[in-house]
C-alpha cells in the first residue's frame, strides 16, 4: 500500500502503527479524533485537543508542526474508506455493501471527521494536495478489490472499467457521509444497489 504518512507519498510502506509513535502521541490522535469530528476543522483548536488528549500545548509541537498535520496523521490512521470497510466478498452483494456503507454514513464520528477533512481541504493547500494523492491511491486499492470480485463471478460481458467504477463508489460514499441525508434513510440501500450493479452487472435470470 502507499505510504499516505509521508510527504510525496511515494514509498509502499505503511504508516507506523500508532503503537510504536508513544503514549503522548496516541492520546493526541484520540483527543483530535473526537474534538474535530464534534467541533469541525476551523472551531478544533489545538489548546481544545490538547486539552481533550491530556498533554500539554508543548507536546503537541514535539509531534506536530500545526493543526492540519495532526488531522492529515488522524485521516490516515482512523478514516473510513471503502477499501477499508469493505472486501471483495461485499463487493457485488447490494445488502453486505450496505452494510459497510453504514458503518461510515451513520456513525456521527466518522460523518463529523469527513466534514471536517472537506472543509479543511478547501483552505489548506497542503491538505489538498495529499488529499488528491491519497485519493487515488485508495481509488486503485479499491480498483484490485472490484477486478479482483469480477473473478470470482460468472464473467459479464461489457462491464464498466473498474476503475470508473472505483471512482463512482467513492464519490457516492462522500456524497452520503458528507451532506445531510434527514428524510434519505433509503440513500444508502440505493446506492449500494448502484454499487453492486456497477461492479457485476445485472443479475441473471
Not at 463512482?168 to 458528507?178: G, V
Amino acid at each position: 500500500m502507499t505510504n499516505l504518512n509521508s510527504g510525496g507519498i511515494t514509498t509502499p510502506e505503511r504508516p507506523a502503527p500508532l503503537r510504536e509513535r508513544g503514549a503522548s502521541f496516541r492520546r493526541l490522535i484520540d483527543g483530535a479524533e473526537v474534538t474535530f469530528a464534534e467541533r469541525g476543522y476551523n472551531a478544533a483548536t489545538i489548546h481544545d485537543i490538547c486539552a481533550r488528549a491530556g498533554v500539554g500545548i508543548g507536546t503537541f509541537y514535539t509531534h506536530f508542526g500545526r493543526k492540519s498535520e495532526l488531522l492529515r496523521q488522524v485521516m490516515v490512521v482512523r478514516a473510513q474508506v471503502l477499501s477499508r470497510i469493505l472486501t471483495t466478498k461485499d463487493l457485488g452483494h447490494s445488502e453486505l455493501l450496505a452494510a459497510g456503507l453504514r458503518k461510515t454514513v451513520d456513525d456521527p464520528r466518522s460523518v463529523g471527521l469527513w466534514r471536517a477533512w472537506h472543509d479543511a481541504v478547501l483552505q489548506e493547500d497542503d491538505l489538498a494536495r495529499f488529499h488528491t494523492e491519497w485519493r487515488r491511491a485508495v481509488r486503485d486499492e479499491l480498483t484490485a478489490m472490484i477486478e479482483q470480485a469480477r473473478t470470482e463471478k460468472p464473467k459479464q460481458s461489457r462491464l464498466m472499467d473498474a476503475k470508473f467504477v472505483a471512482w463512482t463508489m467513492m464519490t457516492l460514499a462522500r456524497e452520503l457521509a458528507i451532506h445531510d441525508r434527514t428524510g434519505g434513510a433509503a440513500d444508502v440501500e440505493t446506492a449500494a444497489e448502484l454499487m453492486a450493479l456497477l461492479v457485476s452487472g445485472p443479475a441473471r435470470a
